[in-house]
């Protein structure tokens, strides 16, 4: 595990800072600031008060303007805070400029988000990442008064040229651990692709589980698979993916993949650093999206994840849309109704109170077999190389020897069925 920001074990209580940009609605600054709330307190650091700034026009030395800037200042200290939060993201001249100004810790959103998942990070290559994900956002803000590359000062003896300052020491040592954490992220990505292949060589459905964070994604996956995943009502609880493999009924097995939530204004070198992680989205069969409709910010939610998925590379793949949390709604007919109407393929559950789960495995056999589908095939015994080909790419059910060649019983990708569409000669059903 890497070290903790100095933050976390200094910081005890934190002012927060709402930001209301121009033709931004108020009640949605409000709910980014409401959400900053819940990602601090997941922190594991107390907010104490808060205040929301209009920003008519950015400050480039404070963001803000300077009677706010006091304001600000004022209120933090009646509360004893030690810490102030911006939910925006600060340049690192404004960071170290307002630390300056009110001689205490300021973080941005950035910093919170990364400081989470350095917390809750478990897996090797997780943990590879978010270090990768914390040093790039530290370099350009090595002159901090508050930073948590304090333990890291000094160098390896002879390698502190004459006349260096410790910030062109400090630079270098980020620089050099970039570089080390590269080439150790590259290492593990070649052993998950070998993991990965492996799993492919027998095309075993896959579904990939996403959604906005705390949408209840964990929870549908212990509920479908009887697995032992984290679950609390928290931001960001699961970070590492957990594959689980589970039975539908009819005896078909099926893959199923919890990614990391998603969550608006998430950092971009958090976003390219767990590009590998959620790859587990792009390379399943089907995409399960998983949404908390108790949550009055759903359809926002809906398009966060929809906007990941595409710059992942996986918006097009066959989806759906979960909507769980009913029993938080109350199980309002109007609203599930409405629901409905808006998104007519969409299915409602309550993993809590196990409702709607029938449905959802209904729809998850349907999918698949849209992807997936069992048939029968008849391949001419001097067709050794088709004969290879389907051992190598699909699951044999069954082969038997015939006077007219090799029979073959096979689950194939659709893609696959289509390439051996002249051997085809019986579809038939996986289930029997």
Not at 3 to 18: M, P, T
């Amino acid at each position: 595990m890497p070290e903790r920001d100095i933050l976390s074990l200094k910081c005890e209580r934190a002012f927060l800072v709402g930001i209301n940009e121009q033709q931004e609605d108020i009640s949605e600054s409000n709910y980014h600031l409401e959400e900053l709330h819940n990602l601090v307190d997941t922190m594991g650091i107390a907010p104490v008060d808060s205040i929301m700034v209009k920003l008519r026009e950015k400050n480039s030395r404070y963001l803000i303007g300077k009677g706010k800037m006091e304001e600000i200042g004022e209120l933090a200290e009646d509360c004893r805070a030690d810490l102030i939060i911006f939910d925006c993201q600060l340049s690192p001249s404004q960071q170290r400029n307002l630390e300056h100004h009110y001689n205490i810790a300021v973080i941005d959103r950035q910093e919170v988000i990364i400081d989470i998942f350095a917390d809750r990070a478990s897996t090797k290559e997780a943990v590879l990442q978010v270090a990768l994900a914390r040093m790039k956002y530290s370099l350009p803000r090595l002159t901090r008064a508050w930073t948590h590359l304090s333990k890291q000062k000094g160098g390896v003896r002879g390698t502190r040229g004459k006349g260096e300052t410790q910030l062109e020491s400090d630079r270098r040592l980020v620089l050099n651990r970039i570089n080390n954490l590269k080439k150790e992220l590259e290492k593990v990505k070649k052993n998950r692709n070998v993991q990965r292949k492996k799993r492919l060589e027998r095309p075993v459905p896959s579904i990939s589980i996403v959604g906005y964070t705390n949408a209840g994604k964990s929870s549908l996956l212990n509920l479908l698979s009887d697995a032992d995943v984290l679950t609390e009502d928290k931001l960001f609880a699961t970070l590492d993916p957990t594959t689980r493999k589970i039975k539908l009924e009819g005896g078909r097995e099926i893959i199923l993949t919890d990614t990391v939530g998603f969550i608006r204004k998430l950092p971009h070198d958090l976003i390219d650093a767990f590009k590998s992680t959620l790859e587990e989205a792009v390379h399943a069969d089907v995409i399960m999206h998983v949404v908390d409709v108790s949550n009055h910010e759903y359809e926002e939610h809906i398009k966060v994840t929809e906007d990941v998925l595409k710059d992942l590379g996986a918006g097009e793949k066959s989806q759906i849309l979960v909507f769980n949390k009913t029993d938080m709604i109350g199980h309002d007919p109007v609203l599930l109704a409405g629901l409905k109407n808006r998104y007519p393929h969409c299915i409602t559950v309550s993993v809590k109170e196990q409702t709607g789960i029938d449905e959802l495995l209904e729809r998850v056999t349907l999918e698949i077999e849209k992807e997936y589908g069992a048939v029968e095939l008849l391949i001419p015994s001097d067709k050794w190389d088709i004969n290879a080909y389907i051992h190598r790419n699909g699951k044999i059910l069954e082969e038997e020897y015939i006077e007219d060649g090799t029979r073959i019983k096979a689950v194939l990708t659709e893609k696959d069925r289509n390439i051996l569409s002249p051997y085809i000669y019986k579809k038939t059903d996986l289930n029997r």
